[in-house]
């Protein structure tokens, strides 16, 4: 029986707190599966996947990069993610068309707050994960260490397959727990030596083992069968269990190595193609149409279905990435559009690696590829078959929170840099572009200072633009903290003609929405009901109303910020039997409740962001006299490996320029990080 291609394809993302390993690791892959012949070096500016001239200049991964490889008779679609939180938003557009992903740690940091954050974005989109703990050479470097963080702080069952031989800089190889053979490479060797288990670590290795098999028998029905016949498991199935743990989620296994001398990279390799998914083992993909819920199979012959989940616009160009999730496209095909409902015309395919790709007469289920061609397709949209419409959810964007005023230094580039900025935006969904009403300066918005630092810094380099900007600000909302109960507002207006008639009466509280959407918990929102009675306001005019309010909701009476965190209640009304209409209510919604919140007692919030600095001993006090100076809250300090990890929260207005302070304080030494937890009440002095 002929075996399915597509049960030899694994579409998979790195995930990592920055500065982990992530694109060292990716660059190992690809030279040990030949893609490239050439190991590139993140601190020589010759990496493949971080290829952007920001990249190479700032040493981090900004955009992600997708490549494909391949190895042991597999073809692996591989995105490399950014690892600062600045640009969470590429790690959650990837994530979305991914089946699975490598986490790599730190063997002497363990569970950084980006891995973390990336962490949980997989588990919101259910991708299994495999972990590999990187740096085992460093000093300081601790397997079981860095594991009891991943318990810890992520809260998963690890799966150790792998003993570690040597310690720190005489790291120099691994023990394969499943199969009890050792691997070793020599200095500089591209590949291991497999051997017998050393003497000295046959008793560790044992019990290692048999603590992997009773971890696994506990929780795979089948492996517990075994193991409760032969009190033992074979490496079959062992192996077996262990790739149906990770596809379930029931367990991560975990690998260990130095992506940077080239150890541990082929057994990374051998555990993709053997524990993580193909994109048969997962679900199909869900979409909607017309309304109702439909599926698309992995199949080629099936019905085509493609989620865009990134877009380059260049000057000469577009090009957009897909995941195929059904059927087949091929090069000069129509398809269609389901979010803006046209048809566009496929160019040209393009295999991706990095920035150079390989063309292709057509794309099937499962494959990641760049396509040209595309004019109004846009990171989130559906690409289907014009025959069988389909609408695949897009991914989330992030909101904002950070903005700064740009403008061309030569009044005749303004339009220039309306383009530029339009690119942007089309290109990062997480950029926003606005006008400001009062000063009709452009405001550009994004998710952090670095976010928005390299933004303009592309205008600068890629379109060639001069640009002045202005002092970073921040996205503040306004709350009610105490409200007002019977408040009644009276539309009336008579200008010739039919008039316009609404009487509506408002209760307007404080409300807090918790982790499940029932309210009374931390986060904040809207909430509009109506407990009017005996048909005294028409449920068409409650409707109106309701929309009223939310338009009220964009300006708050404080700075003209946006409104969270309140619950409006219809308690009463009025109608006019000929006077009233959606219109008039809708007004008498926006005016009424724009004139509630000015009666009630309003309280600005702030961004506050938990931020992670890495400091020496000596320079702690420093840090933390700093820190309360930005009106930090220190949450915690904790000693690790001649430094002290401090742990604070912060409100985001500032940090502005406190990298700089940071290493001035600290004689270069210092480093921190940091991610945004919500918002809290800002002090009376806050300038709004």
């Not at 993709?272 to 109702?292: E, K, M």
């Not at 006019?576 to 309003?602: E, N, Q, W, Y």
Request: glycine share 12%; hydrophobic share 40%.
């Amino acid at each position: 029986m002929r075996t399915n291609p597509l049960t030899t394809v694994r579409n998979l993302g790195i995930l990592a707190h920055v500065d982990a390993g992530k694109t060292t690791v990716t660059e190992r892959i690809l030279y040990l599966t030949g893609t490239t012949h050439k190991r590139g070096e993140v601190h020589d500016g010759t990496t493949v996947t971080d290829f952007d001239p920001q990249e190479r200049d700032r040493g981090i991964t900004i955009f992600a990069a997708a490549v494909s490889c391949a190895w042991a008779g597999h073809r692996i679609n591989l995105i490399d993610t950014p690892g600062h939180v600045d640009f969470a938003d590429e790690v959650e557009r990837s994530l979305r068309v991914l089946d699975g992903a490598v986490a790599v740690f730190d063997a002497v940091a363990g569970v950084e707050p980006q891995s973390e954050s990336v962490w949980r974005q997989a588990d919101r989109h259910g991708v299994p994960r495999i972990a590999f703990v990187n740096k085992m050479d460093r000093a300081g470097a601790d397997l079981d260490t860095a594991v009891a963080s991943i318990r810890e702080r992520l809260h998963p069952v690890p799966l150790v397959v792998q003993l570690p031989i040597g310690t720190e800089d005489g790291f120099t190889g691994v023990v394969d727990l499943p199969r009890m053979r050792a691997l070793v490479w020599a200095d500089g060797a591209d590949t291991a030596e497999e051997g017998p288990v050393p003497g000295t670590l046959r008793e560790e290795a044992a019990r290692r083992r048999r603590l992997l098999e009773e971890a696994v028998a506990e929780r795979h029905p089948g492996a517990l069968e075994e193991f409760c016949d032969r009190e033992t498991l074979t490496e079959a199935t062992l192996t077996g269990a262990l790739r149906d743990l990770t596809r379930t989620g029931d367990g991560v296994v975990v690998l260990c190595g130095s992506a940077y001398r080239n150890r541990g990279v082929e057994p990374l390799l051998d555990a993709v193609v053997a524990y993580l998914p193909s994109p048969l083992d997962v679900p199909p993909v869900r979409g909607t149409h017309d309304g109702a819920e439909r599926e698309r199979p992995a199949d080629p012959a099936a019905p085509m279905a493609a989620l865009a989940f990134k877009v380059n616009a260049t000057p000469t160009g577009r090009l957009t990435y897909l995941r195929v999730y059904s059927g087949t496209i091929g090069k000069g095909d129509t398809v269609w559009d389901a979010g803006t409902r046209r048809t566009e015309r496929i160019g040209r395919i393009l295999r991706v690696r990095a920035d150079r790709h390989d063309p292709l007469e057509r794309a099937v289920a499962g494959d990641i590829v760049a396509v040209v061609g595309l004019k109004t397709a846009r990171a989130g949209s559906t690409l289907c078959a014009p025959g069988a419409p389909l609408l695949l959810e897009p991914p989330g964007v992030a909101e904002p929170v950070v903005h700064v005023a740009v403008e061309a230094r030569r009044s005749t580039e303004t339009d220039r840099l309306a383009a530029a900025l339009a690119r942007l935006t089309e290109e990062d969904p997480s950029l926003a572009v606005r006008t400001d009403p009062e000063t009709a300066q452009t405001v550009l918005s994004g998710m952090g200072e670095l976010h928005l630092e390299v933004a303009v810094e592309r205008v600068r380099r890629e379109y060639g633009l001069e640009v002045t900007v202005g002092r970073p600000g921040v996205a503040y909302r306004e709350t009610v903290g105490e409200g007002v109960t019977g408040f009644v507002h009276r539309h009336v207006k008579q200008d010739g003609g039919a008039g316009q008639f609404a009487h509506i009466v408002l209760d307007v509280e404080p409300w807090e929405q918790d982790a499940d959407g029932d309210g009374d918990g931390a986060g904040g929102g809207f909430v509009f009901r109506s407990t009017v009675v005996g048909g005294r306001v028409p449920q068409e005019y409650v409707r109106a109303v309701e929309a009223g309010c939310r338009d009220a909701l964009a300006e708050g009476p404080l700075g003209g910020h946006p409104v969270t965190g309140l619950r409006v209640t219809l308690t009463d009304g009025q109608t006019h039997v000929k006077d009233s209409s959606d219109t008039a209510f809708r007004t008498a919604g926006r005016f009424g409740l724009r004139d509630a919140l000015r009666a009630s007692g309003m309280i600005l919030l702030e961004p506050v962001v938990e931020v992670t600095v890495t400091v020496p001993e000596d320079g702690v006090g420093g840090v933390l006299g700093d820190l309360a100076a930005r009106r930090g809250r220190v949450t915690g300090s904790d000693p690790r490996g001649g430094a002290v990890v401090v742990t604070a929260a912060v409100p985001l207005a500032e940090l502005f320029g406190y990298a700089t302070r940071l290493r001035s304080r600290t004689q270069g030494r210092g480093t921190f990080t940091a991610r945004p937890t919500g918002y809290a009440p800002a002090p009376a002095a806050v300038v709004r």
